[in-house]
Every structure is written in C-alpha cells, then in structure tokens.
C-alpha cells in the first residue's frame, strides 16, 4: 500500500524560508513528484526528483533521500502568491504513471 | 495555445441521474487520467489510460465509467450508482513514453466542480 505523510498546515512570513517536510513508504519507488495548488484550481508541476539530493529550480528546490523515504520543498524569499497547498506524490514502481498523491500542506504566507 | 480543457466548470446532479465531465487536450499526449478531490483529502485517481481505445480502473473506480475513442477526449461518466459525487474532478494528461525511465509530468486541466442537489 501507498502512506504518505506531510504536515496539515504551515505559516511563514513574506520573505522568509520555509521547508515542506514529506515522508512516504510506497510500493517501489520511481520517483517523486511537487505540485503546487491554489484554492479551486488546478496543481501545476513545481519539481521532480528520481536521485538522491538536491535539485534547485529559482526559488523552490527539491531534496530527496530514497533510503529514507523522506522529501522536502524549500521554498526562499516566500512572497504572499505562495500561499497555497503543495503536494506530495511519489510514483510506485510498476504502476505506469500512476501516482500516489499526499493530502497536501496548506502553506499560508503572513506579512 | 496547448493545453488541457474541462467542461463545465460547475456541474449540479440530480439523484439517479447520471452526468458526462468533458475533458479535451490538444498536447497530442498518449495518457490520460481522472482524479477526485475532496476537502482534507489527496487527489484520487479514479481511472487512467494510457493509449487510445484503453483504459484502466484506478483506486476508486466504482461509480464511474469512462471512454478514450480519441487520443485528445477522455470523457468521465458519473453514474447514479455513485453515492457521493459531489467533489472537485481534475483530469490530467502526459506524454506517456516509457514512464519507469523519465520524468513524466503530469499537467492538470481547471477542474469541474460537480454538486448534488
């Protein structure tokens, strides 16, 4: 079976930096998928991690450690349009595309 | 300009009937897929497909019914056997080549929001 697990909810202030902690344990494992959400509208792709480490994209970045089942998004210089939900989703082996998505962490952003 | 469609944007039910959820993609990608949201919950796929005139139940399939005639169409069907359907219905599309090798992104239509009344 799929488990993920991520924090309900976070809040940080405009500027600051913040890290969205997720930890999985999946049927297999080909990679990991970050998605951002804004209330009543659709995700769109924030980052993709299939090795360990870090990957840097601007103001996100991605880290992924296998062995551990473990991910996170850092997000800097956090601006108040990233007050949103971000989501988790690793990919089980042998699933096609299929993912397996995370209940999402509700990011709030405060002046 | 590319991308995913979904019509309507809000969809009211009435009991036992059944309603069609739109979804259209002009990205020419091979797979499709149709996920509900509900509040507090992760998105749940309720069937996918991956190649015209094929599809494949997902995690919660009972209820609904689709079909893939068209590489670009995968319309979502949710029946009167469906007890709750009042949720948020996303559809998403991919390229769908060999995905245990790449990266294979998923890129999300608007969404349809369906009411029961």
């Known amino acids: 079976g799929q488990n993920i697990d991520q924090p309900t909810e976070m809040t940080a202030t405009e500027g600051a930096i913040v890290q969205i902690n997720c930890t999985y344990q999946?049927?297999?494992?080909?990679?990991l998928f970050w998605y951002q959400q804004h209330a009543g509208e659709a995700p769109t792709f924030l980052s993709y991690n299939v090795l360990d480490g870090l990957e840097e994209k601007g103001r996100f970045s991605s880290f992924l450690s296998r062995s551990k089942g473990y991910s996170y998004l850092l997000l800097k210089e956090l601006q108040m349009k990233d007050s949103a939900s971000y989501l988790c989703?690793?990919?089980?082996?042998?699933?096609?595309?299929?993912?397996?998505f995370g209940t999402g962490t509700q990011l709030k952003v405060e002046l | 300009d590319g991308g995913i469609t979904q019509s309507p944007k809000y969809l009211f039910r009435k009991e036992g009937q059944n309603v069609t959820l739109s979804c259209e993609q002009n990205?020419?990608?091979?797979?499709m897929y149709w996920y509900r949201q509900d509040p507090g919950q992760g998105l749940r796929l309720i069937y996918y497909?991956?190649?015209?005139?094929?599809?494949q139940k997902g995690d919660i399939a009972e209820g609904y019914s689709v079909s893939r005639e068209k590489k670009e169409s995968f319309p979502l069907t949710v029946t009167s056997a469906q007890k709750n359907p009042t949720a948020f219905y996303l559809c998403?599309?991919?390229?769908?080549?060999?995905?245990?090798?790449?990266?294979?992104?998923?890129?999300f239509g608007p969404g349809t929001r369906l009411l029961v009344l």
């Open positions: 989703a690793p990919r089980p082996m042998g699933g096609g595309n299929k993912l397996t």
């Open positions: 998403a599309s991919s390229r769908g080549v060999r995905p245990s090798l790449s990266q294979e992104t998923q890129y």
């Open positions: 990205l020419n990608h091979d797979a």
């Open positions: 497909s991956q190649i015209v005139n094929d599809f």
């Open positions: 999946t049927s297999g494992f080909n990679g």
